[in-house]
């Protein structure tokens, strides 16, 4: 059985059985066989390594992108909160304001002081 493919018609017959030339060509064909597989080999662990690379660095973005909404929330909370404790201040202030306006004289320029920090008071709420 010859390992190379020659038409018998044209050209001579290379080879028989056994002959150094299908030895030959049988070596070179498995050298390159093996040399193909190991660079697929090495083709396919470069490949597989980049897509760990990318996909732990999409996951450290993932991350970061969620504690900056975390920190975001966290923010947005806490303004709510003291914007809400602000206001309550606020009311109480005004609640005593309108007590000593009422119990202040008319013409007084206590009176206007008064006055002028409750209109204050009402345009932060």
Request: proline fraction near 1%.
């Given at each position: 059985?010859?390992?190379?493919?020659?038409?018998r018609?044209n050209?001579?017959?290379?080879?028989?059985?056994?002959?150094?030339?299908?030895?030959?060509?049988?070596?070179?064909?498995?050298?390159?066989?093996?040399?193909?597989?190991?660079?697929?080999?090495?083709?396919?662990?470069?490949?597989?390594?980049?897509?760990?690379?990318?996909?732990?660095?999409?996951?450290?973005?993932?991350?970061?992108?969620?504690?900056?909404?975390?920190?975001?929330?966290?923010?947005?909370?806490?303004?709510?909160?003291?914007?809400?404790?602000?206001?309550?201040?606020?009311?109480?202030?005004?609640?005593?304001?309108?007590?000593?306006?009422?119990?202040?004289?008319?013409?007084?320029?206590?009176?206007?002081?008064?006055?002028?920090?409750?209109?204050?008071?009402?345009?932060?709420?």
């Amino acid at each position: 059985v010859s390992t190379l493919a020659f038409p018998r018609d044209n050209v001579t017959y290379l080879g028989t059985k056994g002959s150094n030339l299908n030895w030959f060509a049988s070596a070179v064909i498995s050298v390159v066989l093996v040399l193909m597989t190991c660079l697929y080999v090495v083709v396919t662990y470069r490949a597989f390594r980049i897509t760990v690379l990318l996909r732990s660095s999409l996951i450290k973005q993932i991350e970061a992108t969620r504690q900056a909404e975390r920190k975001s929330m966290n923010k947005t909370i806490a303004f709510a909160s003291t914007s809400h404790d602000v206001r309550t201040i606020l009311a109480a202030i005004l609640g005593l304001l309108d007590h000593c306006i009422s119990n202040v004289s008319h013409n007084s320029e206590l009176r206007s002081c008064l006055v002028d920090i409750k209109s204050f008071s009402l345009n932060l709420l």
